[in-house]
């Protein structure tokens, strides 16, 4: 049932803009070797942006003033930080964060986690803020 509905969430969201992508998850990776952190962008409008992301071993705890942001954790695991509060996450759990909410995540899993993040609206790379 948790992938029925995983698999519905993503389908819908990736299905809402005007692209009309339709994409599978097992054939999308990284065409090139990275440090920590890849994304690829899947679609994009002005009402919100998809990626999918691979995080080795952490984001760093930040921020976004206008977004809110949907992550749904496909592969991997680690402790995903809200706020204040921290939670161990692993494939099939759906974060919401709402905007100009503090959060990032350390992987603890031997492969990188592999998350599909659904930012609304438009990300445009401007509304990153970190924590120091």
Known sequence: MKTLILTLFVIISMNYNAQGTISNLKNINPKNE???IHAHKIS???????FV???KQKVK?????????????????????????????SAGDVIIVPKNTWHGVVTNSETPMKVISIQSPEFLGEDRVYKN
């Open 61 to 89: 705890l930040h921020k976004h003033v206008y977004h809110t942001e949907n992550v749904v954790i496909h592969e991997g695991s680690g402790i995903f930080q809200l706020k204040d509060s921290l939670y161990t996450v």
């Open 44 to 50: 994009s409008d002005s009402l919100s942006t998809t």
């Open 34 to 36: 990275y440090q920590n």
């Open 53 to 55: 992301i691979w995080i």
